[in-house]
């Protein structure tokens, strides 16, 4: 450190084989690049291969004997097979007046900073006003049939019940459990606590508590908060399953033991394959098992015992016939996906572009305006397409609601995987390919529950403030 050096060797290579020849062109063809940290700051890489004819007798950090024959401005050189290859470099510290707080500037100045404003300023008011068409239309919608039935009289409401059409139709169904409630609880309860934990995280991050001087800080911010935030997902599942079952909480215990095992199985076998040390693996059973299950075994004892939320109407015993629709239902709803992907999809490619390009990211403050944009567009997505079954009187829209935005993890994992053919190209080995794909499954799946859990819960005020608003004889 503080040394001037030139002519440096670094190491040298045997005479270049046809095979190693053929795979060293590869790599140069690939940009195949090595992270270095000095000082706690990622080095800034230039791709510009130095290589020179050996000398005998040179060892490491031995001046190279001679005249370097190079051009910094060129990035390729001649090479050949049976040549021998000497790597050098040459260092050279200047003061600057850049104290230290502050030296971090130059990092968090992303690439493509107009682009990155541009992009996410145009999503963010195409997305607003398409939003708010669509959420000023669908309550306008809403509240003229309500007026008009809450005009009438009881003899007029009895004759109107005869002739009643649409979402009125379905009062004694649109209650009635969805199937495999415990499946749909379990969910609701792992999405509740992937979305407290974003929030928080991105709160903490935006305000700068977790500075990229303390390399780790992010992950093990989310690691805290997820653990912490058990409570909360055994509260939200025990008591959701309360409610479906009219008040009946029995069975909250394997529930919120659902709710511990079935989302952390999937970090679990994704450490697996990133083979990581066996004591670590050994770290997070101790923090899973004593931390996150008595945790979430707690906030499920809560949910328990907190009143449920009654429905406003009785289901009736002999479920509706549901009528033949002109389109399949699901394909509303995975096409619903779209619209939210519509807000995601641009810090989505500054995000996977940090993780698999060694990039430092760091403007936390657009990423939380865009995760409260996608919240916001989340929920109203899935009341409309709830609106739209109940009024085909399609019954069903608890697992509909959920998906209707939860399908946005479709095109997340598919850019994904557009990312690793097009963008990618070094990621051709069966190892990284599976790891790039196991954990782009991994991270579409935590959004698909968290987003579902958005939609789910905004369509279940929605229907319940629906069928209270208006009195039904």
Not at 82 to 110: G, H
Not at 250 to 272: K, M, N, Q, T
Not at 338 to 344: E, G, N, R
Request: aromatic share 14%; proline share 4%; charged share 15%.
């Amino acid at each position: 450190m503080l040394t001037n050096a030139s002519k440096i060797i670094l190491c040298s290579t045997d005479a270049l084989s046809s095979s190693n020849f053929d795979l060293l062109c590869k790599r140069i063809d690939e940009v195949y690049q090595v992270n270095l940290i000095l000082d706690n700051l990622p080095a800034i890489r230039y791709a510009q291969l130095k290589g020179f004819s050996a000398v005998n007798g040179l060892k490491m950090y031995d001046t190279y004997a001679g005249e370097i024959q190079c051009d910094p401005n060129k990035v390729a050189m001649p090479l050949k097979e049976n040549q021998t290859l000497v790597f050098t470099y040459e260092v050279e510290f200047v003061e600057s007046d850049i104290r230290w707080p502050s030296r971090w500037d130059a990092y968090l100045k992303m690439e493509g900073a107009k682009v990155h404003w541009f992009s996410i300023l145009n999503a963010l008011v195409v997305i607003l006003f398409l939003a708010g068409v669509v959420l000023a239309t669908l309550l306008r919608t809403v509240r003229r049939d309500l007026m008009k039935y809450g005009e009438l009289d009881k003899e007029e409401q009895a004759l109107m019940n005869e002739e009643l059409s649409g979402w009125k139709l379905v009062l004694g169904d649109v209650f009635r459990a969805p199937s495999n409630p415990s499946l749909l609880c379990i969910m609701i309860g792992d999405g509740v606590q992937i979305l407290g934990m974003a929030l928080v995280t991105i709160i903490f991050a935006a305000m700068g508590f977790m500075s990229p001087a303390s390399r780790g800080n992010l992950i093990t911010g989310m690691l805290f908060f997820y653990l912490l935030l058990g409570i909360a997902a055994g509260y939200a599942a025990a008591r959701l399953w309360k409610t479906l079952r009219s008040g009946d909480h029995s069975g909250w215990v394997s529930i919120s033991w659902g709710v511990a095992c079935f989302f952390p199985e999937s970090p679990s076998s994704s450490s697996l394959t990133g083979a990581i040390p066996f004591s670590l693996f050994i770290l997070l059973l101790l923090l899973w098992f004593c931390i996150s299950v008595p945790l979430i075994l707690f906030g499920g004892c809560l949910g328990s015992r907190a009143p449920h939320v009654v429905f406003p109407v009785r289901t009736n015993q002999i479920s509706r016939e549901i009528p033949t629709q002109k389109f399949p239902p699901w394909i509303l709803v995975i096409a619903a996906g779209t619209l939210p992907f519509a807000t995601l999809f641009v810090e989505l490619f500054f995000i996977i572009t940090s993780i698999w390009s060694g990039r430092v990211y760091y403007v936390f403050g657009f990423l939380l305006v865009v995760f409260i944009l996608l919240v916001v567009v989340c929920a109203e997505v899935s009341l409309v397409l709830t609106y739209t079954h109940l009024c085909v009187e399609e019954w069903r829209w608890w697992w509909k609601a959920f998906f209707s935005s939860g399908s946005v993890a479709i095109y997340t994992f598919l850019y994904s995987v557009s990312y690793l053919v097009f963008d990618q190209k070094r990621f051709r080995q069966p190892v990284s390919v599976a790891l790039l794909l196991g954990y782009s499954f991994l991270m579409a799946f935590a959004l698909m529950l968290a987003t579902g859990t958005v939609g789910l819960l905004s369509s279940f005020w929605f229907v319940h403030y629906l069928f209270s608003s208006v009195k039904f004889d």
